[in-house]
């Protein structure tokens, strides 16, 4: 069972998210959300199929939307009803791919 | 330069897309849809793969959003304003993938 | 720690693995190995973005080659120096991508 | 109709290539080859998938091998029975993905 993320819990951890990251991370609709933006389609599903073994490592699968270079990835904790730790575990991932 | 199809052109095509379909493709706000449903997320991902390299080949890219098995692709050509040939060609492929 | 098959263990493995498959995997070099055709290069990386998918999820990578429709699998144990399990497994849920 | 690259274009186009190279392409067995080492599997492979999107709208593939964080590329032109342009001008963006 997964716990989701007080308000404090996630404002804190998203913080340290984005420490990191050259662009914020944000969270909409109770999701842990960004877009992405890469040269080219090639690039831009790379980095999808990097992220797809991510998600099925971790057994925690985005909702994401692609077109042409742009990917937008929302994470969210289905069983916990909200965001948990495993969604920003998997941020931090997609973010190293990144780095 | 690619014509837009009319509203005739894109019932004649899509009731002949239809036809070899097990479940329809739709027009929705000026594009062509359809949701697909796999048993996991590794053979939704795959069908994904799939599709990319079909778009890349054809220049043509999908809008489209994945959630673990469910896959949902939007096409339309953005030049043409509209739906045109290029949005039923891909589709078409789309379709043999699975058959 | 996994153990090694031994040559009984993989001969009757093996018997039942390729009960379910068209054309069977063969052992060669102390790897369980398989070559699978596809219709086309698009058809054969999909298949392969699926297998990508399921040896993450396994934490069990196989060794593979690829030219334009034709995929070579070979798996192998490193750490039980030999065939185990673990290709026996991972073969089994490859196969199931196809049927 | 491709022609084959002389001996002279290649080591003229391999060196023009390779000065862009962090490590070099090599001729071998008239193939223009390079293997490539990532961080982990997950990294290869959506390196391979930005590769397959790039040999697929180029209609050339590679011949490819793969384990783990270990990428094996070998290029040649079946139609020219040797080296072309067309090896170079996919291994050139092939280094692009990289950079």
Redesign the interface.
């Known amino acids: 069972m997964v716990d989701k993320y007080s308000e404090n819990q996630i404002q804190e951890a998203l913080q340290e998210l984005n420490a990191a990251c050259e662009s914020p991370w944000q969270i909409r609709d109770a999701k842990l959300c960004k877009q992405f933006k890469f040269a080219n ?3 831009a ?6 992220v ?6 971790a ?1 925690h ?8 270079n742009r990917v937008e990835i929302e994470l969210t904790t289905h069983e916990a009803d909200g965001i948990s730790h495993r969604d920003f575990d998997l941020a931090t991932k997609i973010e190293a ?1 990144l780095s």
Do not use: T
């Open positions: 389609f090639s690039r599903f790379g980095f999808m199929s990097s797809a073994l991510l998600a099925e490592r057994d699968h985005p909702e994401w939307f692609n077109v042409y791919l």
